[in-house]
């Protein structure tokens, strides 16, 4: 599959709420890092971020292939997501999905980047204040 081809059927199966083909793109033990739920399990992150999702709407910017620096494939999708939770009230933000790949072409790891200062505080009006993960840094080597 080409980056663009990933890259399609990815943020088509978000769009639709397709969990069987959103998972269908990772290997076992695919592993999700995301600013508001953490890192997790594709297996997990995706019925939960079905579950916060009253509509999805994706427009794709971008994508770009390359490799980390041990040699893996790496695809980046730049995307808009308009995100409309269950509530009817919006969290839309421009984001980049890094996806690390394995040998077989599927999805190893995942990190999501954005800036979440609109949809962090729309998400946790919803949820609950609190609710989003938040990275703990240390403040040795800094």
């Known amino acids: 599959m080409t980056p663009e081809e990933l890259a399609h059927a990815y943020l088509d199966g978000l769009e639709r ?3 069987d083909a ?14 508001l739920y953490g890192p997790m399990p594709a297996s997990e992150f995706y019925p939960a971020l079905f579950a916060d999702t009253g ?17 893996a494939p790496l695809v980046t999708i730049w995307f ?5 939770l269950p509530s009817g009230q919006p969290a839309n933000f421009e984001c980049v999905d890094v996806l690390e ?13 954005y800036d979440t200062v609109t949809a962090r505080p729309a998400f946790e009006a919803e949820k609950g204040e ?13």
Do not use: C, K, N
């Open 80 to 84: 808009r997501f308009d995100w409309t």
């Open 130 to 142: 609190g609710t989003s993960w938040r990275p703990v840094f240390s403040q040795q080597g800094v």
């Open 17 to 19: 709420g397709d969990l």
């Open 55 to 71: 509509r999805a709407r994706l427009l794709l910017l971008g994508t770009t292939q390359g490799r980390t620096v041990t040699g």
């Open 101 to 113: 790949l394995a040998e077989d072409g599927r999805i190893e790891a995942l990190h999501i980047v």
């Open 22 to 35: 959103v998972l269908g793109l990772y290997r076992p033990g695919g592993i999700v890092h995301s600013p």
